[in-house]
């Protein structure tokens, strides 16, 4: 089982007594809490003191978009072809030295504060029974090239192991953010043409020119981006707001719950090891069909006949997706303009009544899996295009019926109908689950 599968979401069929869900990278209870992807860094968002860049994404100058979600944890090093790949700051001798990778360790829990932790906070968590690593870090929303995008401010040398081995092994990744640097998410960097050697525009609450070290994804979904602690600082992040605590994942919500009565008065306590249930009928009413999990981006048995929408709702919802044929797609994009491929289905569902997660990945967590032979319209689509991380879910679509899916495919195309895609990148499908959906996006109906 890869770290990436550990430390992202279990799902079981039965409901499970205590159980809680949080996605992996809601950043919004700290802005509403660093859930793509997934905890909470929005309000966490600095105030902008330099004009922002314009981005058909972004949103009022203070303070992140309602319901915008922390992250998926962004980092690798990689080409399209999943060769390793850093500018050549990443290399400079300069640097400070960043300490070998000393094994892996599961992030399974994030506490997160729009203010400083004290060091008796920290020390009290680390204290506690179960708790096996806690490691301070700074979480915030700030504008990215004019766009919000989740960041942490980092120790290259304490915090890499909580990445996805591949991540986590690159040297020159971590001395380039030890360097300065910034290793944004796979996604970001791609989708919003970031030129990695070249340099972003950060606004916090100073305002700085930040180069990129990386493109990749370290398996958290919701993050965007890292930096190391002195940048952030540098920008206004508050230190030490935020801590990621590892623990066994059989102890993972008795130690939430323990935490929380520890943590300071506005801070928010978000697992990133998230187990929810689905109800014990099927769709109809109809029987389960047996255990339905998914374990990261692994789909699960198979759903049997019938849907678990209306018909009404169903034609709601391909018809919201239908009539945003044509628009451009952004990354960030949530609509009703312009789309990125989850901000699509988000939107669509929203449109008939439903509640969706917001990245690709929570939304894979949103039913039981349907096999190609027994699609139908309103079944999501799942691929992997993510090189630095192929395990991960990167995109989604929508199932239309007749073999035929839309989608918001990339920048500098538009959303689009085009045949349903089940080739090589293809992880599977998903059959929405109301009650699950809105579990998973941390509103449970």
């Known amino acids: 089982m890869t770290h990436h599968v550990r430390t992202v979401i279990r799902r079981i069929s039965s409901v499970v007594s205590g159980s809680r869900r949080l996605s992996g990278r809601r950043f919004a209870t700290v802005a509403a809490a660093l859930v793509g992807v997934g905890c909470v860094i929005a309000g966490v968002a600095l105030a902008v003191t330099s004009a922002p860049r314009p981005a058909a994404h ?54 997160v504060a729009p203010f400083s932790l004290s060091a008796a906070v ?5 204290r506690l029974a179960g708790v096996t690593d806690a490691e301070p870090i700074e979480a915030a929303k700030v504008r990215v090239n004019g766009a919000y995008a989740a960041v942490l401010g980092v120790n290259s040398s304490s915090f890499r192991g909580y990445a996805v081995k591949p991540v986590a092994s690159s040297d020159p ?19 919003d043409r970031i030129r990695l050697g070249g340099t972003v525009a950060v606004d916090g609450v100073n305002a700085a ?14 993050v965007d981006a890292v930096v190391s602690d002195r940048v952030a600082e540098s920008i206004g992040m508050p230190a030490g707001n935020a801590v990621v605590v590892s623990t066994k994942p059989s102890q993972v919500n008795a130690l939430a719950r323990r935490i929380r009565s520890l943590v300071p008065r506005g801070a ?31 789909l699960g048995t198979p759903v049997p006949g019938g849907s678990f929408l209306s018909q009404t709702q169903l034609t709601a919802l391909v018809q919201a ?20 491929c989850s901000g699509l289905i988000q939107w669509s569902f929203a449109q008939a009544g439903l509640t969706m997660p917001r990245v690709a990945a929570d939304q894979a967590l949103t039913g039981p899996s349907v096999p190609v032979s027994r699609l139908g319209p309103g079944d999501l689509l799942f691929y992997h295009t993510d090189p630095t991380d192929p395990g991960y879910i990167s995109h989604v679509a929508m199932y239309l019926g007749n073999g035929l899916m839309i989608q918001a495919p990339e ?9 349903a895609d089940f080739g090589s990148q293809y992880a599977g499908a998903v059959r929405v689950d109301p009650p699950l959906a809105s579990q998973v996006a941390g509103r449970p109906t």
Do not use: C
């Not at 920290?122 to 680390?126: A, M, Y």
């Not at 020119?209 to 919701?222: L, R, S």
């Not at 029987?287 to 981006?297: E, K, L, N, Y």
């Not at 920048?411 to 045949?419: A, D, F, K, N, S």
């Open 122 to 126: 920290r020390d009290r968590v680390g």
């Open 411 to 419: 920048p500098g195309r538009t959303v689009e109908v085009v045949p």
């Open 209 to 222: 020119q930040v180069p990129v070290v990386a493109f990749g994804t370290v398996g958290i979904p919701g």
């Open 173 to 191: 990744l971590w001395q380039g953010v030890a360097g300065g640097g910034m290793a944004v998410s796979y996604d970001m960097g791609v989708l």
């Open 58 to 111: 972004q949103s009022p100058a203070v303070g992140p978009p309602a319901g915008s979600v922390l992250p998926a944890l962004g980092a690798a090093l990689a080409d399209p072809r999943g060769s390793p790949l850093t500018s050549s700051s990443a290399r400079m001798s300069s640097t400070p030295r960043v300490a070998p990778l000393h094994g892996l360790k599961q992030a399974d829990l994030l506490i």
């Open 268 to 298: 928010s306590v978000e697992q990133l090891v998230i187990w929810v249930s689905r109800p014990a009928t099927g769709p109809a009413g109809g029987p389960a069909g047996g255990t339905a999990s998914i374990v990261g981006s692994t």
């Open 321 to 340: 997706a239908l009539s945003r044929r044509g628009q451009p797609y952004v990354w960030g994009g949530d609509g009703p303009s312009n789309f990125d």
